[in-house]
């Protein structure tokens, strides 16, 4: 009689990567700020051409509010293409209280091959004019547009940013933060202080190792 030998798989545990989407609206007509992907990474399901949120992977040994600074890069430099500035516009609610370690929220997962992505993602507001943002990092990502939450849910949308805003959308999160914001101006607060420079914490953060 042949004995069957049994033999245990151990499967390796799969690599995981954390990203941050960050979700800014207009609170005057509900739109979306999103970008055009520049280059494609598969790992991340990034395609060039498809719509999308500003997104980015966490590097090694970085804070949430340094990977928030990476996908700020994705959206915006610190004036606009008139030469206006940004950050005296981005403001978030009481709902985040604000502290930009606060306005950051667990989302969802990914499973890609022979690795997890970690979705969080971030929402603010942008109450100021409204002109084309030009992002710093324009080699990942260019031609910003308002776009409504209904249209990225349907057109060519990368997939974190379809899955982020049907996460914010139908949780009833959206609806939330813009009744907030209309009916207590008062507790709005801006997301960063007046001495704060996106391209200087950009480009500090960019000495960090990939991860």
């Not at 997104?55 to 509010?65: H, Q, Y």
């Not at 005296?88 to 091959?113: E, R, W």
Request: net charge negative.
């Amino acid at each position: 009689m042949l004995e069957r030998e049994i033999v245990n798989v151990i499967e390796a545990p799969k690599k995981h990567i954390l990203g941050l989407g960050l979700v800014i609206i207009n609170p005057n007509n509900g739109k979306i700020w999103t970008v055009t992907e520049q280059k494609d990474k598969p790992k991340t399901l990034r395609i060039k051409g498809q719509r999308s949120i500003p997104f980015e992977t966490m590097k090694i040994d970085e804070t949430p509010f340094e990977n928030l600074m990476g996908a700020m890069a994705e959206a915006f430099d610190d004036v606009d293409i008139n030469g206006k500035g940004v950050r005296q516009h981005l403001v978030d609610h009481i709902y985040c209280m604000g502290n930009p370690k606060n306005i950051i929220t667990p989302a969802f997962s990914i499973d890609i091959n022979n690795h997890v992505v970690d979705c969080q993602y971030a929402v603010m507001f942008y109450d100021g004019e409204d002109f084309p943002f030009r992002p710093l990092n324009n080699e990942e990502v260019d031609d910003g547009k308002w776009v409504s939450p209904f249209v990225l849910l349907c057109e060519n949308t990368r997939q974190f940013a379809q899955m982020a805003i049907s996460n914010l959308f139908f949780c009833g999160l959206y609806s939330e933060l813009l009744d907030k914001y209309f009916q207590s101006p008062e507790q709005r607060q801006l997301v960063f202080d007046r001495n704060f420079s996106i391209r200087e914490t950009y480009y500090k953060r960019e000495l960090k190792q990939d991860n």
